[in-house]
């Protein structure tokens, strides 16, 4: 399998890297290329972000096997649940612009969750930020009643398809009292906003948070030009001749939760954002570092939580504490998008393979570890203790 290695000067993002690049790196790429060879399939793209500048890249492997296409930071991947990141932003916005509150009962807006199944009758309203942080208690997936399944699917957008599932979906957990993570919880989240806005949930998100940071190359649905640069995925748990083509529909139920197509360098452009801010018409400093010392509902290890527009893993072989998300997609992809806030480094991977033996979100905590050994990670900002 031919490695390829890519170190860049993006004019775009006002980089500069030198050949001292590689021999620094050199560790990072022997992890990647291990990691890569369990499987020796599909292809990989990664980026290294520190203080704002994507300052290395290196991509292996293939985008297309049958053609022989090579993986690049141009390739275009599916990035799952790191699409969580998008909405989390939206949330933000719209409670900084006075359209909605943190605190929100859902069915101000989404009054269609008063026919969820389910209900615990003792318990008060669900809010935003119990969706946004997965304290709602919603089902996980968005499996609803067969009768309820066909009329979905014969809607025409996400609104829609949300507006007529909600009520099929059903409650897990009394609201407020457990962390479980929740897919169908980020569907209702979507809707939610989107009618606060009075806008499509994906055009809003890409004319107020993919256009202001020059995400020029992500999309929930892609045109023709970007289709071209499209991975395809490989599930490796089935027998298959051709790779998956990414989904590419506006008619996603998971819109919101899991759907964004996206590209290293575009995603690069995000991780600028989300460690230093600098974009006001994004979100102001002030509501952006804010948003990670909101909730952060985690388990009894401290080991992973949800915040609003990001989550934090603690890497289980070091006290390193890592921000941002992971997705897949059951087509044949992978995503990993995680920096560390104290050291203000962050790497990105996405990959086009599923259910293989090569663990790319854990390869990016290993690589953020091996290159800050003394940080502890997080938010960066000033420790605070109150007991």
Not at 110 to 122: C, I, L
Request: proline share 5%.
């Amino acid at each position: 399998m031919k490695i390829r290695t890519t170190l860049l000067a993006v004019w775009l993002l006002g980089l500069s890297v030198s050949a001292a690049a590689e021999t620094r790196f050199s560790a990072v790429q022997q992890l990647i290329d291990a990691e890569f060879r369990k499987d020796s399939r599909g292809g990989v793209s990664v980026g290294v972000v520190e203080n704002g500048e994507l300052v290395w890249t290196y991509c292996v492997g293939q985008m297309d096997e049958a053609k022989g296409r090579p993986a690049s930071v141009d390739t275009v991947y599916p990035i799952g649940s790191t699409t969580k990141i998008f909405t989390g932003l939206m949330l933000l916005q719209l409670v900084e612009r006075g359209q909605v509150h943190l605190s929100d009962p859902v069915e101000r807006y989404v009054p269609e969750v008063r026919q969820m199944k389910n209900k615990y009758p003792w318990a008060p309203p669900i809010t935003l930020i119990q969706l946004a942080t997965m304290t709602a208690g919603v089902q996980r997936g968005a499996n609803m009643p067969p009768g309820v399944g066909k009329a979905v699917a014969a809607a025409k957008t996400f609104e829609d398809m949300a507006a007529l599932a909600i009520p099929g979906f059903e409650y897990l957990y009394e609201p407020g009292t457990a962390s479980r993570y929740s897919n169908a919880g980020y569907s209702i989240l979507g809707l939610a906003l989107s009618r606060a806005a009075k806008r499509p949930f994906g055009e809003y998100i890409r004319s107020e948070i993919l256009e202001p940071l020059g995400m020029h190359h992500s999309a929930f649905v892609a045109p023709p030009q970007l289709q071209e640069q499209f991975a395809l995925g490989y599930r490796l748990d089935r027998p298959q001749v051709a790779g998956n083509v990414p989904y590419n529909s506006a008619k996603n139920l998971l819109m919101p939760a899991s759907d964004l197509k996206s590209t290293v360098l575009d995603m690069a452009r995000l991780m600028r954002f989300q460690m230093l801010g600098g974009n006001e018409s994004v979100l102001k400093q002030t509501t952006l570092l804010d948003s990670y010392q909101l909730l952060v509902p985690t388990d009894a290890l401290m080991r992973y939580g949800d915040g609003v527009g990001f989550a934090a893993v603690r890497n289980e072989d070091s006290k390193l504490v890592a921000l941002g998300h992971g997705g897949s997609d059951a087509d044949g992809f992978i995503s990993s998008y995680e920096f560390d806030g104290a050291t203000k480094t962050g790497i990105v991977v996405l990959a086009n393979t599923y259910k293989g033996t090569a663990n790319y979100k854990r390869l990016t905590r290993t690589i953020l570890a091996v290159m800050n050994p003394d940080s502890a990670g997080g938010s960066g900002l000033k420790d605070f203790e109150e007991h």
